[in-house]
């Protein structure tokens, strides 16, 4: 059985910082990529940032362009926990964060797993 679950979230000053965690059961790390998400109110939901790997320490990750040099997505694998370290956060980056995995098939990711989310908030 294959969970996600979200903490880390909540409401910092424009320009901090915060860390989010995904801790997934299972060794979904060595078949499946992971993401992070995020949906504002009103907006659909986006992809942030997404990792995948194949064999040993290789992994490609890839960010939303609004986001890119201010936020790093990175595991850990021994706990099996998803990270994302968000620096120089902005209002625009308020939203729910959720935590995605599954499988590529194709060259498609297939979000199978999701999280409940983690809300985060920015101020102005």
């Known amino acids: 059985q294959v969970q996600l679950v979200e903490s880390g979230g909540g409401l910092v000053q424009a320009g901090g910082s915060l860390r989010l965690s995904c801790a997934a059961s299972?060794?979904?790390?060595?078949?499946?990529?992971m993401g992070w998400f995020r949906q504002a109110p009103g907006k659909e939901r986006e992809s942030v940032a997404t990792?995948?790997?194949?064999?040993?320490?290789?992994?490609?990750?890839n960010y939303a362009d609004s986001v890119k040099a201010r936020f790093t997505i990175f595991r850990d694998n021994a706990k099996n926990t998803l990270y994302l370290q968000m620096n120089s956060l902005k209002p625009e980056d308020t939203a729910v964060y959720y935590c995605?995995?599954?499988?590529?098939?194709?060259?498609?990711?297939?979000?199978?797993?999701w999280g409940q989310g983690t809300q985060v908030t920015v101020s102005s």
């Open positions: 299972g060794r979904i790390y060595s078949s499946h990529a």
């Open positions: 995605t995995a599954g499988p590529r098939v194709g060259g498609v990711f297939q979000w199978n797993y």
């Open positions: 990792i995948s790997w194949s064999g040993g320490m290789t992994y490609y990750a």
